[in-house]
């Protein structure tokens, strides 16, 4: 029972266009959304997150949009840098519910 | 300023033994948790602590043990190891509040042969 959905195992972009990563829930309760970077032989890291009462937040390149009719959420990153090359994944959050879950992930790779 | 840090980076166990997994924090945080990572599965959550003295279970706990008798400190036990055991392990801690802001620790490699 995947809530938290990423179906792009793995995505190539040119360096200096646009990076879309993708992320479904199904969750209804989900109201509140993150991203991490996980770069090989490291932990996840924090990028940017949203809360359900936005459509969008913006942190540099760095852009997150929520659609919660659709239930789906996005990442865009421009423009994109070959330090940008690594495994992207969403978490979603219940207010009280303690518990972050993850999606399976999507390794974005940036081509020079 | 270290952060969330756990030991030890590797290991390999033979099934049926038994082994903890560390985690320190220095950031006190009272939200503490362990993620298992598999290839095509994301991160999945073993257990999660709330507090000194106050844990539950996540999505997988079968075959893990945890306590938390500091703020600090969130140690992981296998029991009784098993291939099916062999993953990444992440111990996080989070901000206080709704955000859950995690900061992961570097990782475990465990290989159960």
């Known amino acids: 029972d995947q809530q938290v959905k990423q179906n792009s195992p793995s995505l190539s972009v040119q360096e200096g266009r646009i990076s879309i990563l993708n992320c479904d829930y199904t969750?209804?309760?989900?109201?509140?959304f993150l991203w991490y970077k996980k770069y090989p032989a490291e932990g996840p890291t924090f990028l940017i997150s949203?809360?359900?009462?936005?459509d969008k937040n913006e942190d540099g390149r760095f852009t997150v949009f929520l659609n919660k009719s659709a239930k789906h959420l996005s990442l865009h990153i421009v423009p994109s840098q070959p330090g940008d090359s690594a495994v992207y994944f969403c978490?979603?959050?219940?207010?009280?519910?303690?518990?972050?879950?993850f999606g399976q992930g999507t390794r974005l790779t940036i081509n020079p | 300023n270290a952060g969330v840090t756990q030991t030890p980076k590797f290991q390999v166990l033979k099934t049926g033994q038994s082994m903890t997994l560390q985690c320190a924090q220095d950031?006190?945080?009272?939200?503490m948790s362990w993620y298992r990572q598999d290839p095509g599965m994301g991160l999945r959550l073993i257990h999660y602590?709330?507090?000194?003295?106050?844990?539950d279970q996540g999505e997988v706990p079968n075959g893990y043990n945890v306590s938390r008798s500091t703020t600090e400190d969130f140690p992981l036990r296998l029991l009784s190891a098993a291939p099916s055991q062999t993953s990444v392990y992440f111990c996080?801690?989070?901000?206080?509040?709704?955000?859950?802001?995690?900061?992961f620790g570097q990782g475990t490699r465990l290989t159960v042969v």
């Open positions: 978490a979603a959050i219940i207010q009280g519910a303690q518990k972050l879950v």
């Open positions: 969750n209804s309760m989900f109201d509140y």
């Open positions: 949203i809360s359900s009462i936005k």
């Open positions: 950031m006190n945080h009272e939200y």
């Open positions: 996080a801690s989070s901000t206080p509040g709704v955000t859950k802001k995690a900061f």
């Open positions: 602590s709330v507090g000194a003295g106050i844990t």
